[in-house]
């Protein structure tokens, strides 16, 4: 489930047959509007083999450029966090973190979407879009066709960002819904740092 969490947040894939340049452009001008973005997330992944969907519950923080601190709170702990140059996802429960460079597979991952959408979406995506009530509907498809996704879905409503959906190629769909979405307040540089506690493992990923 860890795994699947943080893969979700960084790999991506496949494509539709058509695509909507001004959906695209109305996203990312919608998505331009936030420098900073504060919320409460409750992530759902419902699966074939399942009854009940895996619920992980937690906090993102994101600062424009290429800063970002997703931190898993429930049922377990887990920390993913870019300072702009390092990404770092660390697991308090094994006392191990891993860490790369923020390179362009990197900056391109759906995690960056929020971060730099104009270089992202412009070369990573084609997007079409739908109005349901006051909400406005954008469905993503992934260029690379390398990733085990095959599509996300982002809903914005009255300048905030309601929910992320993404369905896979196994049939699993995960819905991230936020709650308490705050944008353009200042956030402590602190909550970008990672310093690993003492008697953590550390592994770089290649």
Partial sequence: MKQLLVSLL???????????????QQ????LEKFTTVKARFEQKTYSESSASPDVVEGTLKIEKPLKFAWVVT?????????DGETLWVYDPD?????????????????AMILSQPRLTLG???????????????????????????SDMEMTLSNGTIENIVVNDSLGQRTVISFEGFIANESIDASVFEFNPPPGTDLFEQM
């Avoid at 960084?10 to 494509?15: E, H, K």
């Avoid at 429930?74 to 870019?82: G, H, K, L, N």
């Avoid at 094994?94 to 759906?110: F, R």
């Fill in 10 to 24: 960084f790999v991506c894939t496949a494509l539709p047959a058509f695509a909507d340049e001004a959906a695209k």
């Fill in 27 to 30: 996203l990312i001008e919608s």
């Fill in 74 to 82: 429930a049922p377990y702990e887990q920390q993913v966090i870019s």
């Fill in 94 to 110: 094994l006392e191990q973190a891993t860490y790369q460079p923020v390179n362009e597979q990197v900056q391109h991952s759906p």
């Fill in 123 to 149: 070369s990573e995506y084609q997007v079409i879009s739908a109005s349901v009530e006051n909400s406005e509907v954008y469905r993503l498809f992934p260029l690379n066709d390398q990733s085990v996704f």
